[in-house]
């Protein structure tokens, strides 16, 4: 059984920082993709970034880009969203996910439906 835990969400200031912090547990097989997801208040699902684990590659929602950092690694099973000079509308819960796909690119990395492992989420609070 996959399990993801997020942590490093918090209230911060805008123009500050937060790394967040995914981390999966469970068979490494079953996924090859992790996502990060956010929901502001009375707003849908976005996806912000997410990560092809074994290949490396990297892709951002076009609204992040330039501000969000994603990266893993790998022998913790970790996966790392960095998010500088934050914005109140970067405001809401922040979820991590994996899931298993055969063709990767940008529209299915960042398509919430690709994913079967959800975690938690951790909340992030920006004030201005």
């Known amino acids: 059984q996959v399990q993801l835990v997020e942590s490093g969400g918090g209230s911060v200031q805008a123009g500050g920082s937060l790394r967040l912090s995914c981390t999966a547990s469970?068979?490494?097989?079953?996924?090859?993709?992790v996502g990060w997801f956010r929901q502001g208040p009375g707003k849908e699902r976005e996806a912000v970034a997410g990560?092809?684990?074994?290949?490396?590659?990297?892709y951002y929602a076009d609204s992040v880009t330039g501000r969000f950092t994603i990266s893993q690694d790998k022998p913790k099973n970790t996966v790392y969203l960095q998010i500088d000079r934050l914005k109140p509308e970067d405001t809401g819960m922040y979820y991590c996910?994996?899931?298993?796909?055969?063709?990767?690119?940008?529209?299915?990395?960042?398509?919430?439906?690709?994913?079967?492992?959800w975690g938690q989420g951790t909340q992030v609070t920006v004030s201005s």
């Open positions: 469970g068979y490494a097989g079953t996924w090859n993709i």
């Open positions: 990560i092809w684990t074994a290949g490396g590659g990297i």
């Open positions: 996910a994996a899931g298993l796909i055969v063709t990767i690119n940008k529209g299915t990395i960042l398509d919430g439906n690709q994913y079967t492992h």
